[in-house]
């Protein structure tokens, strides 16, 4: 299965790479299928629909793909569920479909012919625009959004002017020059499934446990990228766990910063290794500071991200893939699954957790008296809510005029979150929070010969998390409550109990104060076009504040990624 699908309309016809192969096998079928990453509920949908079960191991994910289409049509890739993107096409008609998944772990995009009037569609921004003949031109829309930080691109941009995105969850079907696009809602229904906390920890961790196995690769050991906190941790030991029921090895790889204990993890880290089976890769990599020898930064050709810890990551995907690994699992996503703190009293008082509320107060107020109690991010949100509904939003200071002239101002998405109590946490789940970003690590890790997936961008996880109370994410000051609940007598109680640590802030400012004459040099001296989009005075504040205090900094990776991006482009 390839990591790249691409049709090429022609004549009505479309044009599929890579060509399934399954026509001249045992499989005889009316349509053309590529698949990307996974689909977790293929049994499901082949009970539904009254197909014989599959019975055979070896089964290829796009032949039980194309069964359901010749069963269903291409209308059944709407009941899809999993990491993936689909391109699926009916010869006889010339008629297309594409789907993204619901969480936007695979992107898909799409865009007219410069010559002709046929379409082209895949997975990549950059081979559907290379494709489509286009001269290049960024989107500037997109790349407002993307400076803006905190903010995102408008959906359905790309960073190319003629290139548009799905949206998560998407459908997009094309016949001739026909095209239409569809998105079921999420169903926003914050009714409990479980009657007790008992049930409902039970009920979590059969989810995550079925999302490891499904995120588990087939056919080969499994490697994972291992820290010392709450989400990589338990999706180790399971992960291992499994992998011993299939005479599989999972491999735990994790790199080593002794140099910066703030960012160090290595005690914590070699505590859950202890309960897997196979030995921990350790990679020294303190050596290699973000934002060195910024010239050869491995460039993006899809979007101008940069990231400053890309040596260390990169690192991970080359170990795994050496050892022969096809999936390594990540953790990115935990995080999310979770309320934003300021977000708790809101939470607690739309659930009518009173109790935990009262609590949180008293307890603040025994550790710092009223400045802790009035300086709590959750009480300053709560009160500051109906000021923030009626501020006019604005585009952000550092932005140029050309910049803020193409900025848009962002309504909440999916529009449904907005009918649940909390419609920031909802968004937060289902938003551009979720989908943004993790589709474009997919390429950087493939390109190296391992495929990332995250068993926390799972779409029953997020909808389980959308219903829980608050109080199942903090509690007695702690936080994920729930998954150390569901974590008992399988971690470590020192890793189960323990406070966040492995902040990369340290490793961060280190790299940036040893780099700060070259990063002024390449992007002031070098490289000043992204000077089109930001204030030049924001970038040097950014650079000359040691402690990263506003928050900022990352205007210097985003200038980074951008400079790389446009001169990768314009050298054809």
Not at 220 to 247: E, F, H, K, W, Y
Not at 268 to 282: F, G, H, K, N, T
Not at 435 to 454: K, P, T
Request: charged residues 25%; aromatic residues 10%; positive net charge.
């Amino acid at each position: 299965m390839s990591f790249r699908v691409l049709a090429v309309q022609r004549d009505n016809q479309w044009i599929l790479n890579p060509s399934d192969q399954l026509h001249t096998r045992q499989v005889r079928s009316s349509f053309r299928a590529a698949l990307t990453g996974f689909i977790s509920n293929f049994a499901e949908l082949e009970k539904r629909h009254a197909l014989q079960p599959e019975s055979q191991p070896n089964t290829r994910p796009t032949e039980r793909l194309l069964r359901l289409l010749d069963s269903c049509g291409g209308e059944v890739l709407d009941q899809l569920k999993g990491n993936f993107a689909v391109l699926a096409v009916r010869a006889e008609t010339g008629q297309l479909w594409a789907r993204r998944d619901r969480l936007g772990a695979h992107s898909l995009y799409f865009a007219r012919q410069a010559k002709g009037t046929g379409w082209v569609v895949g997975n990549s921004a950059a081979d559907v625009f290379r494709a489509s003949g286009h001269r290049f031109e960024e989107d500037p829309e997109y790349l407002a959004g993307f400076f803006s930080l905190g903010g995102h691109a408008p959906e359905g941009h790309s960073s190319f002017r003629q290139v548009q995105a799905l949206l998560a969850g998407e459908l997009l079907a094309i016949q001739g020059q026909r095209v239409h696009r569809t998105r079921s809602p999420i169903a926003i229904s914050e009714r409990p499934t479980w009657s007790s906390e008992a049930e409902a920890v039970e009920r979590f961790r059969e989810l995550l446990q079925t999302s490891v196995a499904n995120c588990l690769a087939p056919s080969s050991d499994t490697a994972v990228m291992l820290s010392g906190g709450m989400d990589s941790g338990p999706v180790a030991v399971i992960a291992d766990r499994i992998c011993q029921s299939r005479n599989r090895r999972l491999i735990p790889i994790s790199w080593i910063l002794r140099d910066f204990p703030e960012a160090d993890e290595s005690q914590w880290i070699d505590q859950v290794a202890q309960e897997l089976s196979a030995p921990l890769m350790r990679l020294e990599s303190g050596t290699t500071l973000p934002f060195s020898n910024l010239a050869a930064s491995p460039v993006n050709p899809e979007a101008p991200f940069f990231n400053a810890f890309r040596p260390l990551i990169n690192q991970c995907y080359q170990t795994a893939a050496a050892h022969g690994c096809r999936v390594i699992l990540n953790g990115n996503a935990g995080d999310d699954l979770y309320p934003a703190f300021p977000l708790l009293y809101r939470g607690y008082i739309a659930n009518r957790e009173w109790q935990y509320l009262f609590d949180d107060l008293i307890e603040s107020f025994r550790r710092g008296g009223w400045r802790a109690v009035w300086t709590k991010p959750p009480l300053r949100e709560l009160l500051k809510q109906p000021l923030r509904r009626a501020r006019r939003r604005r585009p952000r200071s550092w932005l140029t005029k050309d910049a803020q002239r193409h900025w848009i101002a962002l309504d909440t998405w999916p529009p449904e979150c907005r009918q649940h109590a909390v419609p920031e946490f909802a968004e937060q789940l289902y938003g551009r929070r979720m989908v943004s970003g993790r589709a474009q690590e997919y390429f950087r890790s493939c390109d190296l010969g391992v495929e990332r997936r995250d068993p926390y961008h799972n779409e029953e996880l997020v909808a389980f998390m959308l219903n829980a109370p608050f109080s199942f994410s903090f509690r007695h000051h702690r936080t994920k409550w729930i998954m150390r609940e569901a974590m008992k007598g399988r971690l470590p109680e020192r890793i189960r109990l323990k406070r966040r640590t492995g902040l990369m802030t340290s490793f961060y400012r280190a790299g940036k104060a040893s780099n700060h004459k070259a990063i002024v040099s390449f992007l002031f001296e070098q490289h000043p076009e992204w000077q089109r989009w930001v204030k030049a005075g924001s970038v040097h504040a950014a650079l000359n504040d040691p402690l990263n205090a506003d928050g900022r900094a990352l205007l210097i990776d985003r200038c980074i990624g951008y400079v790389n991006w446009l001169r990768y482009w314009q050298a054809g």
